[in-house]
C-alpha cells in the first residue's frame, strides 16, 4: 500500500525543515510545540458550526461542551483528546470535538484531564470518570438523553475512552457506544507494525516508550494495569459497541487490531476499519487529506449508529 499524497507530503515538509519529533525535548518543549503547530494552521472560520461552546467545570477538571444545531433530546459524548497523556487540551482540539458535535448532532463534553508527568497515572483515570460521573448529574442540561452516552478519543484519548468505559460498566452503568480512533490499549507487548513502521510516519514506535515513561514511570507491572493497558482487562465483554480505527502506517496499527479482535471475541458488538494508507492521528488531521477527511466522515457516521 503506498502512502496518502496528503500525508506524504506532509512528512516530506517536514523533513525538509528539520522538524524535531513528537515527543522530543522536555514535556514544556512538546507542548510548546503542539500549540505552536495547531494554532498557527487552523482556520475557525472552517470550524464545522455548533449553535454553541462553553467553558466548564466539574470541581476542578476544566471542560469544553458543544451544543448541536438540533432539538433534543440528543446523545452526550465525551471527548479525550490525544497527546500521550503528556499534552493536548480541550481548546486544541476543538475543531474535533465541533466536527463530532456537528455530525453526530450530539452535545459534546471534551475533557482537560490533568496531563503526565506533573499528574502521572492514575490521574487521567480518575478524572475521565470524574467526567462521565459530571456528565450524567448534568445530563438534563446536555443531551438530555441518559441511554445515549457514548465516549470518544484519539491515540491515548482512545485509551482513556476506553478504560472510563470499563471502569462505568464495572459500576453497573454502562455507555451506550465507543469510537476509538488509533488507540494505544497494551503497553506490554511490542506487535510487528512497531517494527515496520518504526520511524517516519510522525509518531514512532520509540514514542510510545517515551509516553510510558512519562505517564506510568515506565514500570512492567503498572503497565499490565487494565487501567494502563485496557486490552488486559477480563471483562472486556462489559464494554458497549465499539468502533475502532487503526492507520497501516502507525506503529500502533496492530495493537488496535488486536483489541478489536479481543473485543470480538468477547462477544462486544465491534467495528474495525483499516485505512491502510493513512498516519497516526489521522481523525485529528482530516484537513492534511482528503482520506482522512473521508476517513473521519465514515467513522462518525458508523459512531452515530452505534449511539442510536
Not at 146 to 153: D, F, S
Not at 231 to 257: C, I
Amino acid at each position: 500500500m503506498t502512502l496518502d499524497s496528503g500525508f506524504a507530503g506532509f512528512l516530506g515538509m517536514l523533513r525538509s525543515i528539520g522538524a524535531p519529533g513528537s515527543f522530543d525535548g522536555a514535556p514544556d518543549e512538546m507542548r510548546a510545540r503542539m500549540t505552536h503547530a495547531i494554532e498557527s494552521g487552523w482556520d475557525p472560520a472552517a470550524f464545522a458550526p455548533v449553535a454553541s461552546a462553553e467553558d466548564v467545570t466539574a470541581g476542578s477538571l476544566p471542560l469544553k461542551v458543544f451544543r448541536p444545531k438540533a432539538d433534543g433530546p440528543v446523545p452526550t459524548v465525551l471527548y479525550f483528546h490525544p497527546g500521550g497523556f503528556t499534552m493536548g487540551s480541550a481548546h486544541l482540539t476543538q475543531d474535533v470535538a465541533r466536527r463530532l458535535c456537528h455530525e453526530l448532532s450530539a452535545v459534546v463534553v471534551s475533557v482537560d484531564h490533568r496531563l503526565a508527568p506533573e499528574h502521572p497515572f492514575p490521574a487521567a483515570v480518575e478524572d475521565g470518570t470524574a467526567a462521565l460521573d459530571w456528565v450524567r448529574s448534568e445530563i438534563g442540561r446536555l443531551g438530555d438523553d441518559p441511554g445515549r452516552i457514548g465516549l470518544a478519543g484519539e491515540s491515548s484519548g482512545a485509551n482513556l475512552a476506553a478504560v472510563t468505559a470499563l471502569l462505568a460498566a464495572r459500576g453497573g452503568d454502562p455507555v451506550r457506544a465507543l469510537l476509538l480512533a488509533s488507540p494505544v490499549t497494551d503497553f506490554t507487548v511490542s506487535y510487528p507494525s512497531m517494527a515496520e513502521n518504526a520511524t517516519g510516519y510522525f509518531f514512532q514506535a520509540a514514542d510510545r516508550d517515551v509516553v510510558g515513561d512519562l505517564y506510568f514511570g515506565g514500570d512492567p507491572e503498572t503497565a499490565r494495569d487494565p487501567r494502563v493497558s485496557p486490552a488486559l482487562a477480563g471483562d472486556l465483554g462489559a464494554l458497549p459497541p465499539t468502533v475502532v480505527a487503526v492507520a497501516g502506517f502507525d506503529p500502533l496499527r496492530d495493537d488496535g487490531v488486536v483489541f478489536a479482535a479481543r473485543l470480538l471475541q468477547a462477544g462486544v458488538p465491534t467495528t474495525l476499519r483499516v485505512y491502510a494508507d493513512l498516519i497516526h492521528p489521522f481523525f485529528g488531521m482530516p484537513a492534511v487529506s482528503p482520506g482522512a477527511d473521508r476517513a473521519v466522515t465514515e467513522l462518525t457516521a458508523l459512531f452515530a449508529a452505534a449511539l442510536g
